[in-house]
Structure formats: C-alpha cells, structure tokens
C-alpha cells in the first residue's frame, strides 16, 4: 500500500512503473491490493472494498494538496473498477477447500 501510495504522489512517475494509461495504472493497483486483501483476510470483500476506497479518496485528496498532481473522479472510478476486478479474481480463483 506505501508503494501506490508513494507512486500516486510521485512529481513525475518513473515511465517503466507505468502501464502507459494513468486510469490503467489505477485499476491495476487496485485490483493487486484487492485481491491480495482478500487472500490475507480470507475474503472479507466488503471490508476490503469499503477500506480500499477509502484509501483511493485519501490519495486523490493528497493528490490535490501536492500542487503537481491532480485530483479526479475518473481515478476513483479506476480505482472502483479495479478494486471490483481484484474481489472477483479472488472469488473466482480462491481454493475450493472446505474448512472443518
């Protein structure tokens, strides 16, 4: 998370960090968290989400305070879609392994 963090208020990301597209690297980020998230908390997706676009608002807030970045609505969007995308990988790939 200090990565992204670090990352979104960066004057100039490093072009190799980058995929290219800002939004891109939005849904990427956030869906790495996601599911990393919910393969550490066994899946509490909603408290995952909840915390995420928390993070997602807290980093476009800071954004705006830099002077040098920017804060917009269509990142917290990517970060929405991204975030979606991480639950779902997770749902979809998780071990089907019944606990006693």
């Known amino acids: 998370m200090l ?4 990352l ?3 004057p100039d990301p490093d072009p190799r960090l ?3 597209w800002d939004k891109g690297n939005h849904l990427l980020a956030f869906a790495s968290l996601a599911f990393l998230g919910c393969m550490a908390l066994r899946g509490r997706w ?3 989400t909840a915390g995420l676009l928390g993070y997602g608002v807290l980093i476009e807030l800071l954004q705006g305070l830099t002077g040098y970045r920017f804060a917009e609505w269509a990142d917290l969007l990517a970060d929405g879609l991204g975030i979606a995308l991480g639950v779902l990988a997770y749902v979809v790939l998780r071990p089907r392994v019944s606990h006693p």
């Not at 990565?3 to 670090?6: K, T």
């Open 8 to 10: 979104a208020l960066l």
């Open 18 to 20: 980058s995929t290219g």
């Open 3 to 6: 990565a992204v963090l670090v």
């Open 46 to 48: 909603l408290m995952i």
